[in-house]
């Protein structure tokens, strides 16, 4: 059972535009949303968090994006670089002690 | 400089001899986990652990041993490999289990292959 759904699986976005991914979840004991970001050959690697008291939170040119209520979050990279390419994969966890991935979205950044 | 560092990083073997992958932190962080990464299904945790001597069972444990006698290292053990056990796994600390905010770091991946 897949308790966290992530799409698109890929993604194709031009050189300063926006990209966005989407997740939703089921379990309503979740309160702690990280995305993680990963090149290839590398482990994944925290890019931002966010807690449900808060709608959304920037750092940079990310912001996650949170909506309790249709137990959706998303990741919105603002003026997307090539260097942005990669494999993001949101989260979530709850009281269980541990974290529930989606199942990643490839991002390709185009000149 | 703050690092989980696994061993080997790359790995093919046959069905049925034991393997072992090392995993060591350097940040003395409490939780320690495994991850397996296959393509359309993300990375699902096989095991973790609270602390020293304690762990227990993630989403996919079947197959797999782990054991944390020091609060450093996190072995993963394959007693019998099968090719199904043929993926991308990684190996994860941080200073508090989540939801506790906190940084989960990764190592560099072990890919196994199991013929």
């Known amino acids: 059972q897949q308790q966290v759904k992530q799409s698109p699986q890929s993604l194709i976005v031009q050189k300063g535009g926006i990209s966005i991914i989407n997740c939703a979840y089921e379990n309503t004991a979740f309160d702690y949303f990280p995305w993680y970001q990963q090149f290839p050959g590398k482990g994944p690697a925290l890019l931002i968090a966010i807690r449900p008291d808060v709608s959304e939170k920037k750092e940079g040119r990310f912001t996650i994006s949170f909506n309790k209520s249709a137990k959706q979050f998303s990741l919105h990279i603002m003026d997307s670089q090539p260097g942005d390419s990669a494999t993001y994969f949101c989260?979530?966890?709850?009281?269980?002690?541990?974290?529930?991935f989606g199942t990643g979205t490839r991002l390709q950044v185009t000149l | 400089e703050a690092q989980v560092t696994q061993n080997p990083r790359y790995l093919i073997t046959v069905t049925g001899k034991k393997l072992t992958v090392t995993c060591s932190q350097n940040?003395?962080?409490?939780?320690m986990s495994w991850y397996r990464q296959d393509p359309g299904l993300g990375l699902r945790q096989i095991y973790y652990?609270?602390?020293?001597?304690?762990?227990d069972k993630g989403d996919v444990p079947e197959g797999y041993k782990v054991s944390r006698k020091e609060k450093r290292n996190f072995p993963l053990i394959l007693e019998s490999p099968s090719p199904n056990q043929t993926s991308l796994y990684f190996c994860?600390?941080?200073?508090?289990?989540?939801?506790?905010?906190?940084?989960?770091?990764f190592g560099q991946g072990t890919r196994l292959t199991v013929v």
């Open positions: 652990s609270m602390n020293v001597e304690v762990t």
């Open positions: 994860a600390s941080s200073l508090s289990p989540p939801p506790t905010v906190g940084e989960a770091f």
């Open positions: 940040m003395n962080h409490e939780y």
């Open positions: 989260a979530a966890s709850g009281t269980a002690s541990k974290l529930t």
